[in-house]
């Protein structure tokens, strides 16, 4: 084995740590309960489980919706300090694209990050040409969100996070409402991000072809984590 090789392994931070992450909503509804999971740098992941395992309740805790001290963002504690760096490098892209654009155009919703940054303009242009790019929307700029087809919103959306040069994706629940051609279309474009990727799903076949390891949830628990054959057989036993 290279040493070397080994010693940086060592010394990256994981992307994501949780460690006995427990969290009940304000109404006493119980939703994670002592989920330890760790993520590290480039990894694909795919959360899967039934709808209230708590799949989405894991994702608001890596960018700071929910903070807990029982996680850790590339070496981060997700804690009031840390938030600006953290929604910079975690792109939480909603499972509602309704919900993350909201400008007049879509060139807006995708500048609206990094002009909050203070980029100057001309490094403000070029991330949203380049993420709007790679997500097959160019020429779609000047278009409002509200006459795109979900396919594309989702897209739109997810635009939005890479001007932000996120290095960990985080979706929730992504190829929902999208037909054959959208879910092709999003597969492509997250194959092609070259950071950490965690998606939270039930279509569990369309994200094994992207994710090779996956996490399965049941009633706040994880149950079983590895790769993602076996996972999704241990899925389908409990169904
Ligand atoms: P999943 O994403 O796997 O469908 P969730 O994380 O949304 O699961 O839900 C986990 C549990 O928390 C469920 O019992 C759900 O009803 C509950 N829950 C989710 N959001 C809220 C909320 N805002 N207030 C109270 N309970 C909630």
Known sequence: MDGGANWLVMLTPAAIAIDRLSYRYPDGTPALD???????TGERVALIGNNGAGKSTLLLHLNGILQSPAVTVLGM?????TLREIRQKVGLVFQ????????????????FGPTNLRLPAEEVRRRVSESLGSVGLAGHEQRSAFHLS???KKRAAIATVLAMKAE????DEPTSNL??????????????????????????????????????FDHGTLLADGLSGAVMDQFTALK
């Open 34 to 40: 002592e989920v330890t999971l760790h993520i590290n």
């Open 77 to 81: 504690p997700v804690e009031k300090a």
């Open 96 to 111: 509602n694209p309704d919900d993350q654009l909201f400008c007049a155009s879509v060139e807006e919703d995708v500048a």
């Open 150 to 152: 979900t396919g594309q």
């Open 168 to 171: 960990i994706l985080v979706l």
């Open 179 to 216: 037909d054959l051609r959208g879910r092709r279309e999003l597969f492509e474009v997250l194959n092609a991000f070259p950071g950490t990727l965690v998606i939270a799903t039930h279509d569990f076949e369309w994200a094994a072809r992207l994710c090779p390891r996956m996490a399965l």
